[in-house]
């Protein structure tokens, strides 16, 4: 079955650092890959999204390139602000019948401190 | 444009008693989504509807937990009896889909944070 690992939180940076979140994931067929980011108190909102291999998903100054090689899809940013500190989530979707089925690992906790 | 609703907020109940939570997906989307987040892990979809048909319920503990979307829009998801097990968050999503897309984006709701005691 599908599935996705992501490296365990809390990750405590310093304002300015640059970020690194792990993520590898196991699915047959050709997934597309997700980075969801949820800020305290609210919903899930995609982050970044990749649907095919060697494509850059990219927003807010977050990149992601998808490896299928080495089956990863890792999330990095050269500056992390405090405004980012919040869950992020890696998923991948496949399509089903009757739609994107998304699976998710297990969340990432990412803390920025001044 | 308005988003995924769902209210409650938050419910406390104690297990054995019954809860139900309610979503209303952005206008317009034929498929919903209701996810259980268990704290510290991923959110693990329950149940996907296309409009007002069950499309996937492989996941959903049946002897427990029932939902329905009736008219293709709202949806209830229902919890009866409850157990300590059940706390967790319950995220409703939706999306539009579109034939030919190999992907079509999720919009999740904010949640309704369940607390069995």
């Known amino acids: 079955g599908n599935s996705v690992t992501q490296m365990e939180g809390p990750v405590t940076l310093s304002e300015e650092a640059f970020l690194t979140i792990n993520c590898t994931y196991t699915?047959?067929?050709?997934?597309?890959l997700f980075w969801y980011v949820q800020y305290p108190g609210e919903g899930l909102q995609l982050l970044l999204k990749a649907t095919k291999a060697d494509d850059k998903g990219s927003n807010k100054g977050f990149e992601a390139t998808y490896r299928k090689e080495t089956t990863s899809f890792h999330l990095e940013k050269g500056s992390v602000q405090v405004s980012d500190s919040a869950v992020y989530f890696c998923a991948l979707s496949t399509f089903t019948g009757g739609g994107n089925k998304l699976t998710f690992g297990t969340g990432t906790q990412l803390k920025v401190e001044l | 444009e308005a988003g995924v609703a769902q209210s409650p907020r938050y419910k406390i109940i104690e297990k054995r008693q019954s809860v139900a939570f309610w979503c209303n997906p952005i206008?317009?989307?034929?498929?919903l989504y209701w996810y259980q987040q268990i704290l510290g892990q991923g959110p693990k979809l329950l149940i996907q509807?296309?409009?007002?048909?069950?499309?996937?319920d492989s996941q959903l503990p049946k002897d427990r937990f029932s939902a329905e979307r009736l008219k293709g829009v709202d949806s209830t998801l229902k919890i009866q009896p409850a157990k300590l097990e059940d706390s967790a968050v319950y995220l409703c999503?939706?999306?539009?889909?579109?034939?030919?897309?190999?992907?079509?984006?999720?919009?999740f709701g904010p949640g309704t944070r369940l607390t069995v005691l």
């Open positions: 999503a939706s999306s539009n889909p579109w034939r030919g897309s190999s992907y079509n984006e999720q919009f």
């Open positions: 699915a047959t067929g050709y997934p597309s």
């Open positions: 206008s317009g989307h034929a498929t």
């Open positions: 509807f296309q409009n007002n048909g069950v499309v996937d």
